[in-house]
């Protein structure tokens, strides 16, 4: 079965500099999630998209933006990097029925800020 | 805001223990899901629990919700040292909205 795609796998940037991370969701799935895990930390949520328009933000920096596009893929695009914006970074998908539920998580991208 | 509580947050026990891991969470909520994650790894799911009562097993665990006490149980039957992981609980306030997850339990299973 097809699963939630994310590039790169392992991401090596320095500070100050951008980034940009891609999720590909699972086909038909109508909401992607960006979630941000540091280090011996539980994920945390930073935005969603439900049919490619923002449907919820949370502790997300101002430094960071994200979009969904018309094929349904998203990125998560980060600029002015910090060292503490190293962390593991999640893309997930679901389908917003309420007869189905349940979340498929990505491999996610290490982000590693030297 | 939606508090998600674990506990313990470490875990160490020998193989072929039983044990329990908890999990509180502060407001309504009728969704509630389980995630392994080994180190450095994505969220391998494990159970989704969807209504008050519900009991799932898969192997040697066991997850549970009791909506109205606002807390779900993992229960590990009889360990062995490959759930060795780090276990995480999270709930969802309302269908596809964000997940809110707790701290996450590491467990070893010691041989």
């Known amino acids: 079965a097809a699963g939630v795609i994310q590039s790169p796998r392992h991401l090596i940037k320095e500070k100050r500099e951008t980034a940009t991370l891609k999720c590909y969701p699972i086909p038909r799935h109508d909401t992607v999630y960006w979630y941000q895990q540091g280090p011996g930390q539980d994920p945390q949520f930073l935005i969603s998209f439900y049919e490619k328009m923002q449907s919820d933000k949370g502790s997300i920096p101002d430094r960071f933006s994200a979009q969904q596009f018309s094929d349904y893929h998203s990125e998560l695009n980060m600029s002015s990097l910090e060292l503490g914006d190293s962390a593991l970074y999640f893309c997930?998908?679901?389908?917003?029925?309420?007869?189905?539920?349940?979340?498929?998580f990505g491999s996610g991208t290490r982000l590693t800020v030297v | 805001e939606l508090k998600v509580e674990q506990n313990p947050l470490f875990l160490s026990m020998q193989e072929g223990k039983n044990y329990t891991i908890y999990c509180n969470y502060s407001t309504t909520s009728d969704r509630l899901y389980w995630y392994r994650q080994d180190p450095g790894k994505s969220l391998e799911s494990l159970f989704v629990l969807l209504s008050n009562g519900a009991v799932k097993q898969e192997g040697r665990l066991m997850a549970s919700l009791d909506t109205k006490a606002r807390l779900s149980t993992l229960h590990i039957t009889a360990a062995v040292h490959d759930l060795s992981a780090t276990y995480f609980c999270a709930v969802e306030e309302t269908s596809g909205s964000r997940l809110t997850f707790g701290e996450g339990t590491q467990l070893t299973v010691n041989p």
């Open positions: 997930a998908s679901s389908f917003r029925d309420s007869y189905n539920y349940g979340y498929t």
